[in-house]
């Protein structure tokens, strides 16, 4: 699918929460918990206005940003479709079943919210993970650093270690808050899926460097 294509079903997509919480608005109380703990636990309430047409609304315009900044690109070429088009239906669907959440826990039925987001969270990084070693040098999808930028060579090598990384990631993630769920576990993961690849990334750019140093001193 086209990124534009891709991009108006997920404009279609981010209509349904505002069609579904209007549809509940007046069955819910006017305070509406919007944020929980590890446990599912609330820890935070806001107002139903903001509750049911704020939150998706930012999403709505995070979406929109996200299409327009990586359309900026001047390699935007090199980004490829299909992992563009993971953010631009997910990020959607994402709100989707964050409104069905908020309806349904409010209304007294039992969810295990964190074992579902993590699901999500999980999923979109394993489809990610799938797809990042086929995207090529741009500006704005992949891991963006001065010497990945900066060659091909170094780029390639690190999203196809990152791909395997975010892919291992997110079913760590996911078992972890099925088995254990602690938050510092899911911080230490997450930690590992952001600065692996970029120590993996610099330490090729320099063995890269150190080569082409040997290289010309042989000369």
């Given at each position: 699918?086209?990124?534009?294509?891709?991009?108006?079903?997920?404009?279609?997509?981010s209509?349904?929460?505002?069609?579904?919480?209007?549809?509940?608005?007046?069955?819910?109380?006017?305070?509406?918990?919007?944020?929980?703990?590890?446990?599912?636990?609330?820890?935070?309430?806001?107002?139903?206005?903001?509750?049911?047409?704020?939150?998706?609304?930012?999403?709505?315009?995070?979406?929109?940003?996200?299409?327009?900044?990586?359309?900026?690109?001047?390699?935007?070429?090199?980004?490829?479709?299909?992992?563009?088009?993971?953010?631009?239906?997910?990020?959607?669907?994402?709100?989707?079943?964050?409104?069905?959440?908020?309806?349904?826990?409010?209304l007294?039925?039992?969810?295990?919210?964190?074992?579902?987001?993590?699901?999500?969270?999980?999923?979109?990084?394993?489809?990610?993970?799938?797809?990042?070693p086929?995207?090529?040098?741009?500006?704005?999808?992949?891991?963006?650093?001065?010497?990945?930028?900066?060659?091909?060579?170094?780029?390639?090598?690190?999203?196809?270690?990152?791909?395997?990384?975010?892919?291992?990631?997110?079913?760590?993630?996911?078992?972890?808050?099925?088995?254990?769920?602690?938050?510092?576990?899911?911080?230490?993961?997450?930690?590992?899926?952001?600065?692996i690849?970029?120590?993996?990334?610099?330490?090729i750019?320099?063995?890269?460097?150190?080569?082409?140093?040997?290289?010309?001193?042989?000369?």
């Amino acid at each position: 699918m086209k990124r534009n294509k891709a991009f108006k079903l997920g404009l279609a997509l981010s209509m349904i929460p505002f069609i579904i919480n209007a549809v509940f608005y007046s069955k819910l109380p006017d305070q509406i918990a919007t944020h929980f703990d590890i446990n599912g636990v609330p820890d935070n309430y806001s107002s139903k206005n903001f509750a049911l047409f704020g939150l998706p609304a930012i999403m709505l315009a995070i979406y929109v940003t996200a299409y327009v900044i990586t359309n900026l690109d001047p390699k935007r070429k090199n980004q490829g479709d299909k992992a563009l088009n993971i953010v631009l239906i997910f990020l959607p669907l994402m709100s989707i079943v964050i409104s069905i959440m908020t309806i349904a826990f409010t209304l007294g039925k039992k969810i295990d919210i964190p074992i579902i987001m993590a699901s999500l969270v999980s999923l979109m990084l394993i489809l990610i993970g799938n797809y990042l070693p086929k995207v090529k040098r741009n500006y704005t999808i992949g891991v963006k650093l001065p010497w990945t930028l900066d060659s091909d060579y170094v780029w390639d090598k690190t999203h196809k270690l990152a791909g395997k990384v975010f892919i291992l990631g997110g079913l760590g993630l996911l078992l972890n808050t099925i088995f254990y769920n602690k938050l510092w576990s899911s911080l230490v993961i997450v930690a590992i899926i952001i600065f692996i690849p970029g120590i993996y990334s610099y330490v090729i750019y320099k063995n890269q460097a150190s080569s082409i140093g040997d290289d010309e001193d042989e000369e």
